[in-house]
């Protein structure tokens, strides 16, 4: 599918137009192990000429490189065929250690000029919290991304795992384009409250984790957890005992998958390409190779009857273990 146009979807009633498929960049700064830059610079071009146009980024990524990466990636590209989205607000010590959230309005601004001078442009098409912060009322933060639209250093305000309260507070301020959360066959807590609260509000859905960090594709299976040595191995669904079970529901998947003559990663991807236009899956990718293969997924069609097959076959009841480690989840306003 490179190098053909890709079907699009608008994020919710005011944000931009962008590729049914976006690409996350958050793999490119070790996350889940070293990468090469000139295949992560060739990753981000596969995206690009595949008319994905969404490249997500956080300015905690690496502690600034990955900015700086997808900066120098887009540098030869028209401005206009990118749609940057940009987190902020995280905190993160030396190590990548968790130091919390800051999303007072001076923090804002200040985050923002770090990340227009990194990325090199001269606005973010798309700017959120990375997380909630429990200190400042969103109403504030809301208001100082607003202050930047205004000045023209920002486009579109969204937001990042917060649930249907806090939702509904910051719509009041100004319009969401789209609420980034995870979604994907092994997370679907969203589907009780907070997708029919983002529909009714007019906010899109950008979804991350939509392969489980690699768990719902042919990457683990076979192999022993213990031999993880990147950040998963600190996530209860990838240890042990939790990851046995969590991959034999994997195998089931694949089984799926193999009867339609796709990967398995495809299926699981289209699954959430299949829950509605209003939903945007984040792929993640060191390389064009694997970002092909994943693109491939929006080729195919999902019956109700199909979609429902999948989500019985790999019921999100039988997964074993958080999303994240213990104390991070205690950050999520989304899981409470």
């Known amino acids: 599918m490179t190098n053909t146009q890709m079907r699009t979807s608008r994020l919710g009633r005011t944000g931009p137009t962008v590729g049914r498929i976006g690409f996350g960049a958050m793999g490119l700064s070790g996350v889940y192990g070293p990468a090469d830059e000139a295949e992560s610079v060739a990753a981000i071009h596969a995206a690009l000429d595949s008319d994905a146009g969404l490249i997500d980024t956080g300015d905690f990524y690496g502690s600034g490189h990955n900015e700086m990466l997808v900066g120098r990636a887009i540098a030869d590209r028209p401005r206009e065929e990118v749609t940057l989205s940009v987190k902020f607000g995280a905190l993160m010590g030396p190590g990548f250690s968790w130091q919390g959230m800051d999303t007072?309005?001076?923090?804002?601004?200040?985050?923002?000029?770090?990340?227009?001078?990194?990325?090199?442009?001269?606005?973010?098409?798309?700017?959120?919290?990375?997380r909630l912060d429990p200190a400042v009322p969103i109403e504030d933060t809301i208001g100082a991304i607003a202050e930047m639209i205004d000045a023209g250093y920002v486009r579109h305000?969204?937001?990042?795992?917060?649930?249907?309260?806090?939702?509904?507070?910051?719509?009041?301020?100004?319009?969401?384009?789209?609420?980034?959360?995870e979604y994907s066959l092994f997370s679907r807590g969203i589907e009780?409250?907070?997708?029919?609260?983002?529909?009714?509000?007019?906010?899109?859905?950008?979804?991350?984790?939509?392969?489980?960090?690699?768990?719902l594709s042919d990457a683990l299976r076979g192999r022993d957890g213990a031999a993880?040595?990147?950040?998963?191995?600190?996530?209860?669904?990838?240890?042990?005992?939790?990851?046995?079970?969590?991959?034999?529901?994997?195998?089931?998947?694949?089984?799926l998958a193999?009867?339609?003559?796709?990967?398995?990663?495809?299926?699981?991807?289209?699954?959430?390409?299949?829950?509605?236009?209003?939903?945007?899956?984040?792929?993640?990718?060191?390389?064009?190779?694997?970002?092909?293969?994943?693109?491939?997924?929006?080729a195919i069609s999902l019956t109700p009857a199909e979609q429902a097959t999948i989500a019985e076959a790999v019921p999100a009841a039988a997964v074993v273990g958080s999303r994240y480690p213990e104390p991070l989840m205690g950050t999520l306003d989304s899981e409470r």
């Open 228 to 255: 993880l040595s990147d950040s998963r191995a600190g996530i209860p669904r990838f240890q042990g005992e939790n990851l046995d079970a969590n991959l034999k529901l994997v195998d089931t998947l694949a089984g």
């Open 157 to 181: 305000i969204g937001l990042s795992e917060v649930g249907a309260e806090t939702l509904r507070r910051a719509a009041a301020v100004h319009p969401i384009a789209d609420l980034q959360i």
């Open 258 to 298: 193999q009867e339609r003559g796709v990967t398995t990663a495809q299926l699981a991807i289209a699954w959430v390409l299949g829950r509605g236009d209003d939903i945007v899956p984040l792929i993640g990718t060191r390389s064009a190779r694997r970002w092909a293969e994943s693109i491939g997924a929006a």
């Open 104 to 130: 007072r309005p001076a923090a804002v601004k200040n985050f923002l000029s770090y990340s227009l001078r990194r990325l090199g442009v001269d606005h973010i098409d798309i700017y959120r919290p990375a």
């Open 192 to 215: 009780a409250e907070i997708v029919p609260t983002c529909r009714e509000l007019g906010i899109g859905i950008t979804a991350y984790g939509v392969l489980s960090r690699g768990l």
